[in-house]
Each structure stands twice: as C-alpha cells, then as structure tokens.
C-alpha cells in the first residue's frame, strides 16, 4: 500500500495543454474515481501514474519515491483495462502467470500467487480455459487476477465495466469494491458513469476540462448546492 501524491501536474501535447495544474493527495487503502465527461483528461492522468505518458511538468508520488522517470514496470503499480487485454492462446492461469514469469519470480511462488487469486475471484474452475471460453465477467476478473498476483501497491482501473452489459455491471462493481477492501490496495478508478463513481469512491475527483472541479466524499459532493 502506498499514498499517492500529485502535485501541481501537467499533461500537455504539443501546445495543447489537457490537464491542468492538477493537485490531490490520495491516502493509503484509499479508493479514489476519477470521474467526468470524455475527453477531460481522465485516461491521459491515469496512464501518467501508470506511466504510460510522460509528464509535461509537475510531480507524481507513489509512498515516498517521485515515480515521473520511472518505468511501468518500476512504479509498483497494476492496471486493470477496459478491454481487459488477456492473450487469446494462453490459459487463464498463463494470462494470470505471464507478467510474473518475465520477472525473476520462482515458479512455485508463481503457483501460489494464481492460485490465491483465482480463490479469491473464484475462477479456480476456470485456470485451465482459454479467454474465449469465459464470460465477460470472468474474462473481467482475470484482467483482475492479472493485476492481483503482481502484488501491486497501486491498482490503476481503466473504466473496467464499460465492456459489460447493466446488470454485469452493477454486480462487478460490488466485486471490485469488496476485493479493494480486502486487499486494501490504493486504487484509482476511471470512470465517465456517475452512478459508479458515487458507489465506489471513497472519494471522487471530478475532471471538467482538465481541471479539478471537485475532490470530496460522494456525501460532500451529493450535498452541494
Ligand atoms: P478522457 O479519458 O476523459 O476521455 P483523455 O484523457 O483521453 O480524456 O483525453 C483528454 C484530452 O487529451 C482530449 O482532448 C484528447 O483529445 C486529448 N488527447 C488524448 N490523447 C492525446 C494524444 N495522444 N495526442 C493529442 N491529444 C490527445
Ligand atoms: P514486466 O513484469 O517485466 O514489467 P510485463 O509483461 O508484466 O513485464 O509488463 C510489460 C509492461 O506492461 C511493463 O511495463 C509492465 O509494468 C506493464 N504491465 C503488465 N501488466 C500490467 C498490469 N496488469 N498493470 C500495469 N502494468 C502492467
């Protein structure tokens, strides 16, 4: 578990600036959504913590280390996608095992770290199927085991649902919500669906244009006049 800081940060491509000054500081085990219209900067601020963008200019904290130059895979971060991005030949347990086998990781710990998360997702019947013989909402939790497994101290959610059908939805984001809870993982979630955001958060940071609108508890914010 770490805290996330983010200081005074700036998106900019070319002289087009999509993210503004944008200030927060997210607790540890704290549950944050990032929520606002498309095209706001929600996606853009979420891959610059994931570093899959650079930084135009300002800081971002991950603990105590200033993660702006570090790789991906070097910020101790897991992200789960919209598309979930699990590898069509490979089984389920090979999706889930297949980012720790590149790291020098023994193959029993490997096993192990599956196998607890395929108990915790309840995909245990699944380990030996491929994506394709899965239902969305399995193919969902094994992008999450995915992300599990990496022992992550951050959990980056790329509007993971928005693949799913309404009722799919609503059920995964129960089980997204009571998996954070366990494992206790600072996470950010991306969404443009209100209704989500308000269930979810622990606190919302609503984007309009690249800049902070509001960051509060979704009681603060259903409050306001
Ligand atoms: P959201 O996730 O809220 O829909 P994005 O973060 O994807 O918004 O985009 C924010 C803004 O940045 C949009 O105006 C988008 O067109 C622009 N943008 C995103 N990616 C690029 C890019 N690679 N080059 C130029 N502009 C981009
Ligand atoms: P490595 O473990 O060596 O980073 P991976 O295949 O796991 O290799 O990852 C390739 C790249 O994609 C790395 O930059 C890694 O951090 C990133 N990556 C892979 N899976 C995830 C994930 N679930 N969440 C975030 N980043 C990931």
Redesign the pocket.
């Known amino acids: 578990m770490a805290s996330i800081t983010l200081k005074d940060l700036v998106k900019a491509y070319g002289d087009t600036e999509v993210l503004h000054h944008v200030e927060g500081e997210i607790s540890d085990g704290e549950f944050i959504v990032v929520v606002g219209p498309s095209g706001c900067g929600k996606s853009t601020l979420l891959r610059m913590v994931?570093?899959l963008e650079t930084v135009t200019s300002g800081t971002i904290r991950i603990g105590d280390k200033v993660v702006n130059q570090l790789?991906?895979?070097?910020?101790d971060?897991?992200?789960?996608?919209q598309n979930y991005a699990l590898y069509p030949h490979m089984s389920v347990r090979e999706n889930m095992a297949?980012?720790?086998k590149?790291?020098k990781i023994s193959k029993d710990e490997i096993a192990r770290r599956v196998e607890e998360a395929a108990d915790i997702l309840e995909l245990r019947p699944y380990l030996d199927r491929k994506p394709r013989q899965l239902s969305g909402g399995q193919r969902q939790r094994v992008?999450m085991g995915?992300?599990i497994v990496?022992n992550?101290q951050v959990f980056?959610f790329d509007e993971p649902l928005s693949n799913l059908d309404a009722k799919l939805r609503v059920q995964m984001r129960l089980e997204i919500r009571k998996l954070q809870q366990r494992l206790g993982v600072t996470s950010i979630y991306v969404t443009h669906d209100q209704v989500e955001a308000m269930t979810l958060g622990d606190r919302l940071m609503v984007l309009n244009g690249g800049y902070v609108e509001q960051f509060g508890t979704p009681i603060e914010l259903y409050d306001r006049p």
């Open positions: 994931a570093g790789e991906p895979a070097d910020r971060i897991a992200m789960v996608f297949y980012g720790l590149i790291r992008a995915r992300a990496r992550p980056l």
